[in-house]
Nanobody, 125 residues
Framework: QVQLVESGGGLVQAGDSLRLSCAAS????????MGWFRQAPGKEREFVATISSTGRTASYADLVKGRFTISRDNAKNTLYLQMNSLKYEDTAVYYCAVATRWGVVVDSMERYDYWGQGTQVTVSS
């Protein structure tokens, strides 16, 4: 059974940093693209970042480009999201996901097969 568990969320002030982690189990994830998405209150879930199976390629939403960095450690089956210079508008529940039919970067939510339960990130202004 595939399981994704996010951690690292919390309450921070604008300008602070956080690192989210996503521990994957149930499969060897080194063959699959993975990604981060987020959902703010009253809004639809949106793409944040994606990384290829090897970790060599990444892609970001324009809103986070230059501030967030996605990475992975395939030996540990763990995905990360380093978030710097956080803004109030980054407040959301952050979800990690895996796309088992893709090894390249994938920014389309529909192509992801498994999702974590989410971790709350709250940025105070």
């Amino acid at each position: 059974q595939v399981q994704l568990v996010e951690s690292g969320g919390g309450l921070v002030q604008a300008g602070d940093s956080l690192r989210l982690s996503c521990a994957a189990s149930g499969r060897t994830f080194s063959s699959y693209a993975m990604g981060w998405f987020r959902q703010a209150p009253g809004k639809e879930r949106e793409f944040v970042a994606t990384i290829s199976s090897t970790g060599r390629t990444a892609s970001y939403a324009d809103l986070v480009k230059g501030r967030f960095t996605i990475s992975r450690d395939n030996a540990k089956n763990t995905l990360y999201l380093q978030m710097n210079s956080l803004k109030y508008e980054d407040t959301a529940v952050y979800y990690c996901a895996v796309a088992t039919r893709w090894g390249v970067v994938v920014d389309s939510m529909e192509r992801y097969d498994y999702w974590g339960q989410g971790t709350q990130v709250t940025v105070s202004s």
